[in-house]
């Protein structure tokens, strides 16, 4: 998920719908990103993208370790 709020647009991207439709579908990895273009800005709206999956009953993000997906709790 990226900078869908740093443009004010309200959202991250992708939207809500589009992550529902890919629970649906069976998707289980769920990454998150920051398109900072300066260090202050890495990860600044990363609480709201916490609080978005944990209302959508996602609790865990994978990471990738030495190219290894892992879990981890959000």
Not at 17 to 39: N, Q, V
């Amino acid at each position: 998920m990226q900078h869908g709020f740093k443009y004010r647009c309200n959202s991250q991207h992708p939207n809500v719908e589009i992550i529902k439709r890919y629970l649906e579908l069976g998707g289980k990895h769920i990454t998150i990103g920051s398109d900072a273009h300066r260090l202050g800005a890495v990860g600044v709206y990363f609480d709201r993208v916490y609080d978005l999956l944990k209302s959508l009953n996602i609790n865990e993000i994978t990471v990738y370790e030495k190219r290894k997906p892992v879990l981890k709790t959000v």
